[in-house]
């Protein structure tokens, strides 16, 4: 007996057998949309992909309102937010797609994946952070022309005190000279840590309203009269560039001159990726000023 007669002898098996193994399929993609909402709702401020956004030339543009005073100067006003939203909002579909790799299909469109309070917790700590800075954390060099250089190095190796990864972006002085940068603040805050740290030298940690923490590392000295408690404005010099950290206290010169900023957000203090918002900021420079 062969197959062709029991095909035509017995359709009715074949038809349940196809609808069984529809069946199947679909179940099993309603298992993965399930696994998939799991996977993206828990930790998703936390996940790598989504801190580590990146933004296309047009969104650096679009990204804030900013006026031209009578010198040319630029300043930060405010930022888009229906262009952020659609920023974040693609930056959440890229983590789906990320989790799809890792075998958590999501075969259905992007609304069904990702809930209304994980997007609008998304987007909070980045309209937080975003919304706080007003300014790049270097002053500009426009007489003596020296310049500063970053790259995106969040997440590299670093083995100093342990192994780790660098939670952060590096500045780097043009001129490798200490003390020749003044360093700013981003934003609007209160000085809630200022002294000595092992791996960060001297350092000032800046807590915003919004609950952002800015981290600025390897100083070499602070502005005058700058305390613990105090409130800053952005813009406003709160020390100046250098190279100290990885030693006991006034170690100096085991690195290169730069400038270490970290932003932390939320609870958890979840290290964000300070890269891209330094691009943004870029044009956003203070002018030089030293003391
Ligand atoms: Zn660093």
């Known amino acids: ?13 074949f038809i349940f057998m196809l609808t069984g193994a529809a069946f199947v399929y679909f179940m ?31 969104d650096y543009k679009m990204l804030y309102y900013y006026s031209t005073d009578k010198n040319g100067i630029k300043q930060l006003e405010g930022i888009n937010k229906s262009r952020l ?19 958590s299909r999501c075969p259905i469109i992007f609304k069904y994946i990702v809930s209304d309070e994980v997007y609008e917790s998304c987007f909070s700590a980045y309209f937080s952070i975003m919304n706080d800075i007003r300014c790049f954390p270097v002053s500009y060099d426009s007489d003596n022309k020296v ?23 590096d500045i780097m002085a043009g001129n490798n000279e200490r003390g020749y940068f003044p360093v700013v603040s981003m ?10 740290l092992k791996l960060g030298g001297y350092r000032i940690g800046i807590r915003s ?3 952002a923490y800015y981290y600025y590392a390897h100083l070499d000295s602070y502005a005058q009269g700058l305390k613990e408690g105090m409130d800053v404005k952005a ?7 250098g190279d100290s950290g990885y030693g006991k206290e006034g170690t100096k010169g085991k690195f290169d001159v730069h400038l270490h900023l970290g ?9 964000f990726n300070p890269y891209h918002i330094l691009k943004i900021v870029d044009g956003f420079k203070m002018e030089f000023q030293k003391y």
């Open 85 to 103: 939203k659609n920023i974040v909002y693609d930056n959440m579909y890229n983590v789906v797609n990320k989790t799809k790799e890792k075998g």
């Open 147 to 169: 310049g500063i250089a970053y790259e995106d190095s969040w997440g590299a190796a670093r083995t100093y005190g342990g192994n780790r990864i660098h939670e952060g972006t």
């Open 263 to 271: 932003i932390y957000y939320g609870e958890d203090e979840i290290s």
């Open 28 to 58: 099993s993609c309603f298992i993965n949309i399930a696994e998939g909402c799991k996977k993206i709702s828990k930790d998703i401020i936390s996940s790598e992909v989504f801190r580590t956004v990146d933004f296309s030339y047009d």
């Open 1 to 13: 007996m062969s197959n062709r007669i029991n095909r035509k002898k017995y359709p009715a098996v």
């Open 209 to 211: 309203e919004s609950g």
């Open 187 to 196: 934003t609007d805050g209160r000085v809630e840590k200022m002294g000595w």
């Open 235 to 241: 813009g406003s010099v709160i020390g100046m560039m």
